[in-house]
């Protein structure tokens, strides 16, 4: 059989009648209906003229077929590019243009991208069609060497165009298997699965270590407080963005009885807030372990598994991967690198971006603050992007959002600069208070007095229902930053 790295990994050993995922109706897909199904897709996508390398667009919700698709496509030497079902027509040309597909797979949900597909010559299908081919299904998975493409995921976009990280056999394996070791993730475990699938988290981290350690998961097409409260006594680990976490805090359902049974609660994708990674360990008992990884580098960092689990930090590097902080100042707080078997190569058709974002020795350069405390905590400050330059000040967001939040009355809060004609830039902050708060803008200033540096204290606070944030909860200071400068 010729070696595929995707398929030894995560197609093979696991026992056939042993639950893979099971689905909220009832409905449960085993380890040997999994390889069948997969086989089956990668059969018919070979019979739509996919080869090795050719890219296959997805705009699909949620689903299985989300999953067998993207196993398919790689045992049958394929790219898988997973699309955030929100994209438009319009958002799609470009990704249709940029990534040159032989196939787009979509659903009824999605059936708008067809014209767009059709004008560009691209074959357009449904997953249910594909699995209804009357193709032999794949014998053999295709080789692949571990430096060949398996997937490419388009990053959010929120400075530009999206760029096309392109990720490898052995980035997705190597990483399930740090993951898998750091986490202690068994046979026996169940995953309760309730992210997207478009992301790296939902669809890498969370299902290759399910593949990878031969364990299930119950599978939410989204998160909903009734379903987690129904299947939570089933499961024994749970991946979630912070929003999970405050929403299930919100509930009385979610108690110290509810979770006991649990062995792992992590959070990723966007900063968990100290104050709620405090109250959800007095409310349930679990200290939640958070991560942390970006789309170009898979996860870099992770709370420990046996040991403290550190609020505001993101623990230590994973084994194998390597980080530094460059140009540190006085506080220890620099630019954060990345080496590893988990690092892109580089976008995409962009060799100009990928030559930007490494540094001459082969780091990665991931554009986020950081600081490690004597322990080797890493803490994440912001991104440098993100960076406030007051009067000739360096001014870290998080800082001050740290302070903020801390308020009695506020929920959360955002830092970024605004245009100034005397500073160059002034420190504004959004924040959302809890309902019924009768704390303003002016309040929040004058608390901060005494707590903060005159320079670091915002000249300008926005009262708002909720920031604005990305499909996985990243709160988008950019949209934050236009808003000032045209208000200015």
Not at 143 to 159: M, V
Request: charged share 20%.
């Amino acid at each position: 059989m010729a070696t595929n790295p995707i398929h030894e990994a995560f197609l093979t050993g696991q026992p056939e009648g042993d639950p893979f995922l099971m689905t909220p109706d009832g409905g449960t897909l085993t380890y040997g209906g999994l390889r069948a199904r997969v086989a089956q897709m990668a059969g018919a996508l070979q019979a739509q003229g996919m080869g090795p390398g050719d890219r296959v667009l997805c705009q699909i919700e949620k689903s299985p077929q989300a999953l067998i698709l993207y196993l398919a496509t790689a045992i049958a030497g394929g790219v898988f590019i997973p699309l955030n079902t929100a994209y438009t027509p319009v958002e799609l040309a470009y990704f249709l243009d940029d990534a040159a597909p032989v196939l787009l797979v979509v659903d009824d949900s999605t059936a708008g991208a067809r014209p767009v597909a059709d004008a560009r010559g691209v074959a357009v299908v449904t997953a249910s069609e594909l699995m209804a081919l009357d193709s032999a299904p794949l014998s053999d998975p295709l080789a692949r060497k571990s430096d060949d493409l398996a997937a490419i995921l388009y990053t959010s976009g929120t400075t530009g165009r999206s760029k096309g990280a392109m990720l490898t056999h052995e980035n997705l394996i190597s990483n399930a298997k740090t993951l898998c070791d750091a986490w202690r993730f068994e046979r026996s475990d169940v995953l309760l699965h309730a992210l997207p699938v478009f992301h790296t988290h939902g669809l890498f981290v969370a299902t290759n270590i399910a593949l990878l350690s031969g364990s299930s998961m119950i599978f939410h097409q989204r998160f909903d407080l009734d379903q987690i409260a129904r299947d939570l006594p089933r499961a024994t680990a749970i991946m979630g963005v912070p929003t999970f976490y405050s929403r299930m805090l919100g509930d009385d359902r979610f108690d110290r009885a509810a979770l006991a049974h649990m062995r792992l609660i992590v959070s990723g994708s966007a900063p968990l807030l100290a104050e709620t990674h405090a109250a959800f360990e007095t409310r349930t008992g679990h200290a939640i372990l958070e991560r942390y990884g970006m789309t170009e580098t898979n996860m870099i960092t992770t709370n420990p598994y046996d040991g403290p689990r550190r609020a505001g930090t993101v623990g230590h590097p994973l084994p194998g991967v390597s980080v530094r902080l460059v140009d540190p100042d006085d506080q220890g707080i620099g630019g954060i690198e990345v080496k590893g078997p988990n690092v892109t190569p580089g976008y995409w058709q962009n060799a100009e971006k990928t030559a930007e974002s490494f540094t001459e020795d082969g780091w990665f350069i991931t554009g986020d603050l950081g600081q490690f405390d004597d322990d080797g905590y890493l803490s994440i400050v912001g991104r440098a992007k993100d960076l406030v330059i007051s009067g000739g000040f360096n001014i870290y967001p998080k800082e001050v959002e740290t302070e903020i939040d801390a308020l009695p009355g506020v929920v959360e809060s955002a830092v970024y600069g605004a245009p100034d004609p005397d500073l160059g830039e002034a420190v504004a902050a959004a924040v959302v208070l809890e309902p019924g708060a009768r704390t303003d803008a002016a309040q929040i200033i004058s608390a901060l007095s005494g707590r903060l540096a005159r320079f670091k204290i915002p000249r300008s606070i926005r009262i708002m229902p909720e920031l604005p944030r990305n499909a996985m909860g990243k709160v988008q200071k950019a949209e934050l930053r236009k808003e000032a400068a045209e208000q200015s």
